[in-house]
C-alpha cells in the first residue's frame, strides 16, 4: 500500500505518493483544494493509500501559522470522507524554501524553478520522504 502526502495550499495542493513498496516519494501532481476529494476518490478506485500525510504549517516559534485553520478543514475532510485512511501532520516549516532549492540544485532555468506548482509537488516529496525517514527511526 501507498503512502501519500500533501502540501496543503488555498490555491494548489502539492500531492506526493510512495511505491507500493513504500521505499520511494515521488512527486504526483497539484490539484485545486475544490478538486481535491473527487481526485483522491478517482485515485482510491485503482491505487490503495494506507496513510495520508499533511504538512502542518506552523511559525518559527511552533505556533499555528495563518494557513493553519485551512489545513485543519482539509485534514476535516479527509477524515469524513475517507475515515479508514489515518491522518498524521508533519512540520513542514522548511519544505518550501527546501524545495526551491532543490529545483535550482538540479539545473532547471529560472522560469521552472518559479513555477509555483512545481515547488509545491517536490514540497509534497520533501514532506513524504521526512515522514517515511521519521517513522523509519522508531
Known sequence: MRIMAFDYGTKRIGIAVTDPLQIIATALTTIHPNEIISFLK?????????????????????????????????????????????????????????ASSVIAQSGMGKG??????LVDKVSAVIILQSYMESSYLH
Do not use: W
Request: glycine share 4%; aromatic share 8%.
Open 42 to 98: 478517482q485515485y482510491l478506485t485503482s491505487e490503495s493509500v494506507e496513510k495520508f500525510i499533511v504538512g502542518k504549517p506552523l511559525r518559527m516559534d511552533g505556533s499555528d501559522s495563518q494557513s493553519a485553520p485551512h489545513v485543519k478543514g482539509f485534514i476535516r475532510s479527509l477524515k469524513k470522507n475517507f475515515p479508514e485512511i489515518p491522518v498524521v501532520t508533519i512540520d513542514e516549516r522548511f519544505t518550501s524554501k527546501m
Open 112 to 117: 521552472k524553478r518559479q513555477e509555483k506548482s
